[in-house]
């Protein structure tokens, strides 16, 4: 049925539903290959095997584990975009209001990194490594909460905004640095609630500083 054709496939033809939920089956089984190996590592059969399907079957909606891996890429970065936005827009930012925004920010970071971690990873390696499409895909799941760090930072006393971009661009930085090596830094006996802590005080200071 035409109502069911709601899904592009790669001839450009329509996909029925129970092809867009197949395709979801692949992305979901990529997605758990990610949290158990390496991207370098994973195999279209082992992502075939987690689906239910077979390698074919992966061909007719992904031509490579990497177009498989941009797709959950896309994804994420759409959700990161909303998401980490309203960690920023949904809280009150005023001196009364700041730590406790702070807090909620910093620790929602954290949360969506480690809910994503593995997807994350591979996302950060290829943008240091030079693909601009993941690098793409990274800018537009920060740009969000960028630029509403940057609206809140907007009381700045630099009348072209400079200083307002400056503040939210080292402050996303700094939260998506952290929430990087939020591990790395455990081992080092630095516990989550104290990153938690130390980053929501720095938020707080900067940007009431800002008003």
């Known amino acids: 049925m035409e109502a069911d054709r709601v899904v592009p496939g790669r001839s450009g033809r329509g996909v029925s539903r129970r092809g ?22 994973v195999r279209v059969v082992d992502i075939a095997r987690a689906a239910g399907t077979s390698p074919a079957t992966f061909y007719q909606y992904f031509p490579s584990v990497e177009s498989a891996v941009l797709g959950l890429a896309e994804s994420l970065a759409d959700q990161g975009a909303v998401e980490l936005r309203a960690l920023v827009t949904n809280h009150r930012w005023d001196p009364a209001g700041a730590p406790a925004s702070s807090l909620a920010l910093a620790r929602g970071f954290l949360d969506f990194w480690e809910r994503n971690g593995a997807l994350m990873t591979v996302i ?16 537009r799941a920060l740009n969000g909460v960028t630029l509403a760090l940057e609206a809140v930072a907007g009381a700045s006393t630099d009348d072209d ?6 503040v939210a661009g080292v402050l996303t930085s700094m939260l998506s640095h ?4 939020r591990r790395g830094l455990e081992d080092w006996g630095i516990e989550r609630r104290d990153l938690q802590a130390t980053m929501a ?3 707080a200071d900067v940007l009431v500083a800002q008003h």
């Open 20 to 41: 867009r939920d197949t395709r979801q089956r692949l992305l979901d089984g990529t997605r758990d290959l990610l949290d158990e190996s390496s991207y370098r590592a």
């Open 124 to 139: 950060d390696h290829a943008s240091l490594e030079g693909d601009q499409r993941f690098r793409q895909i990274r800018t």
């Open 161 to 166: 905004g400079r200083e307002a971009r400056a």
């Open 178 to 181: 952290v929430a990087a090596h």
């Open 201 to 203: 005080r720095i938020i």
